[in-house]
């Protein structure tokens, strides 16, 4: 067995015995990822203090001897959470733990309907394992962002006025792809001009002119593990005296804030570093979001840092601090870095230039 799956399972085990339930299941890609090594979409898996099991069809049998280990792995046909409920029941399993952000209500149903086990809802059972990482997790992550940046930094030198959003966002998704990587690990974000004030906007057809902001937020999927990063540019000219503004004091709370990153900082006041510096230069109402998130399997996973998370940073966290501010029918800027948390500080894992480029 990996060492890291040996790892993972006694840390499992002893957040059970924490619990006081006496197995888990899980359904959820990420936390089967994570617990067993296995990339595909469907699966099942059910630990308990002594055995560990990995269920799935036929489509993935295969797949799943060469990557899972540690594991028993079984084929199963038919309905993958009546077959886990069959199982509950065999090994004889009465209080098993689910986490509620990973199961839907039909997959629990599906579940209890089988077994004569009480499942049991325990947030974050794998989830906040998962938040910390180990060297190996990190590397992968650095890996991810380096494609990216590399991506970026290409792209950055083919902009022409007339090409649209769309066009920009599938360059990015094809060169990730080309490079390596699984894909882009969310739809890519490229937006021009007045529509840089859309924190999440959609890429449309609108066309690259002088004069534009350009916003990008992308990131991949390589080896497991995805990115995130965002720059903000101007093309061919400053959009306006308003832009540099709102750059320079974007850049100054993302430089505060990554500053203030270290293991025992409460992620809330964390965001409180940023957001007062946005505050203090009058544009408050207008840093809508979070201050980051974590990052790992998936793109957005804990912790959440944001006005209202009370979870304390801890050394091996990988999280994003990345602060905005956003004027409606004017453009927004985003500056967005990924960090891991160091025993002093954080280590960044991306190194694109963030002082104002006109392209
Ligand atoms: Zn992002
Ligand atoms: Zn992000």
Known sequence: MARHTADRLAALRAKLL?????????LAPPDNQYLTGFTGTTSAVLVTQDTAEFLCDSRYTEQAESQVSGYDVQEV????????????DALGVGKPSFDPAYLSVAQLEAIQETTKASLTPVPGVVSLLRAVKSPDEI????????????????????????????????SFEYEFKRRGARGASFDTIALFGARSSLPHGEPDGTPLSSGDAVLLDFG???????????????????????????????LEAQRAALKAVRPGIECRKLDAVARDVIAEAGYGERFGHGLGHGVGIEVHEGPRLGKESETVLEEGMVVTIEPGIYVPGQGGVRIEDLVAVTSDGCE???????????L
């Open 18 to 26: 924490e619990a006081e339930c006496d197995a888990f299941v899980g």
């Open 77 to 88: 046909s038919g309905s993958v959470p009546v077959r886990l409920g069959e199982r509950l």
């Open 139 to 170: 590397a992968r992550i650095r890996e991810a962002s380096r494609l990216a940046e590399g991506v970026l930094a290409d792209l950055l030198g083919t902009l022409t006025a007339g090409l649209t959003e769309r066009e920009l966002a599938a």
């Open 220 to 250: 991949c999927r390589l080896d497991g593990y995805c990115s995130d990063l965002t720059r903000t540019y101007a093309y061919d000219t400053i959009p306006g005296a308003w832009f540099e503004t709102i750059y320079e004091v974007v």
């Open 348 to 358: 960044p894992l991306c190194g694109a230039p963030k002082t104002l480029k006109v």
